[in-house]
């Protein structure tokens, strides 16, 4: 696995268009039946990543956590699934309803949506304003696979508690840490 941080794509950029279906329902998900009227949170993982098992059951309770605040959730896996199979389509519904997701877990076959988000690793998280202006991108929290570190999602979840009051979100940000998006 290659170590890999986020890019931090620059803070007030617009979210990028997406339409991707769905790998539980297949209904075709887009960047306007996916977000809240106060935001978007959209997030890079896949099943084979290390980093990303470490935190998927905690994404799980995230999503849980925050249905019905006003903010859309969508996870995108963006790796190439012939080479890393664990990553096709039909195995990242297996885990989503594995670990109970319960927000639409879409997959980019073409890489294209990956490469507008400039996402690079998995996790690679990206919140969005109400006006679907970049606020936050960066860590779940600092804790790693075999760090000792408990997993709370703090770094995301003040973020996407500061969304939710209207407040800004703390520039300060981390950036994520994790296996290198699998290109084609």
């Known amino acids: 696995m290659a170590r890999t941080e986020s890019s931090m794509l620059p803070l007030g ?13 297949q209904r075709e998900m887009n960047l306007q039946n996916t977000r809240g009227p106060r935001g978007l949170l959209v997030m890079f993982i896949c099943r084979h990543c290390p980093y990303v098992k470490h935190v998927e059951k905690s994404l799980a309770r995230l999503g849980r956590d ?33 670990i109970g997701f319960t927000f639409p877990y879409l997959y980019d076959e073409t890489q294209e949506v990956a490469r507008a988000y400039d996402a ?20 779940f929290d600092s804790s790693r696979p075999g760090s000792g570190i408990p997993v709370t999602g703090e ?11 209207g407040k800004p979100v ?5 950036p ?8 084609k």
Request: glycine share 6%.
């Open 155 to 165: 770094d995301l979840r003040a973020a996407l508690d500061s969304v939710i009051a």
């Open 120 to 139: 690079t690793c998995t996790p690679d998280f990206f919140l969005f304003d109400g006006v679907l202006r970049l606020v936050y991108r960066g860590q």
């Open 13 to 25: 950029t617009t979210a990028p268009a997406f339409a991707l279906k769905d790998v539980v329902t």
């Open 66 to 98: 925050y249905a019905g605040q006003g903010i859309g959730i969508v996870a995108i896996s963006s790796n190439d699934a012939v080479n890393y199979s664990e990553d096709a389509p039909d195995n990242l519904a297996e885990q989503a309803k594995q």
């Open 176 to 183: 994520s840490l994790g296996c290198n998006i699998k290109w």
């Open 170 to 174: 703390n520039p300060n940000q981390r």
